[in-house]
C-alpha cells in the first residue's frame, strides 16, 4: 500500500498476527487531504468484517507510531487482549510518540464496533462516527492527552 490507497477487507473473519495493524511493521501509510488511506469493509453499514484478536492481541495497537489522513470503517473487533487483565493492553490502541509531538493526527472511525477497549493518546484531529465499544470495564473508551475528537 502507498498513501492514499484503499484496502478492502472482504466479509469474513480475520485472526492471527499477520491480519493486525501494529506499530512495528504495518502501520498504514499515511494518506493526504482529499486523499486519505482508507481500510474498510467490503459491505457498507454491514459489520460482516470482523478482526478477531482471540484474545491475545489488539487488532489495531499502533502505539508509538505516526500517520495521519487515514480511515478505518465498516470494521468489527472482537476478542481482543491477552493474559494481561489490564484494560490498557486491550481493544483499539491508537497513540502518538508524545504529548507535545501529537504523531498520530487526522484519523477517521466510522461505523466501528470494538469489544472491550478503545484508546486514542497523544492525538489530534481524530473524526469518530457511529463508533461503539460493549464489554466489560468502567475505561471502555480513553482519549488520553488528545485534542480536537470529534
Known amino acids: 500500500m502507498v498513501g492514499g490507497d484503499t484496502l478492502i477487507c472482504k466479509t469474513g473473519i480475520y485472526a492471527g498476527n499477520l491480519n493486525q ?27 460482516d ?25 465498516d470494521l468489527v473487533y472482537i ?20 504529548i507535545a509531538n501529537r504523531t498520530i493526527q487526522r484519523v477517521f472511525f466510522k461505523r466501528i464496533a470494538v469489544q472491550n477497549y478503545f484508546r486514542l493518546a497523544n492525538a489530534q484531529f481524530v473524526t469518530l462516527e457511529d463508533v461503539f465499544c460493549a464489554g466489560r470495564g468502567r475505561y471502555n473508551f480513553e482519549a488520553f492527552h488528545c485534542n480536537d475528537i470529534v
Open 49 to 73: 468484517v470482523i478482526f478477531d484478536g482471540e484474545n491475545a492481541r489488539a487488532m489495531i495497537d499502533v502505539d508509538g507510531g505516526t500517520f495521519s489522513w487515514v480511515e478505518f470503517r
Open 79 to 98: 476478542r481482543q487482549g491477552g493474559a494481561n487483565p489490564n484494560p490498557l493492553g486491550r481493544g483499539i490502541q491508537v497513540a502518538g510518540v508524545g
Open 21 to 47: 495493524v501494529d506499530h512495528f511493521e504495518t502501520v498504514p501509510p499515511s494518506g493526504s487531504p482529499g486523499n486519505p488511506t482508507i481500510i474498510r469493509g467490503e459491505t457498507p453499514n454491514a459489520y
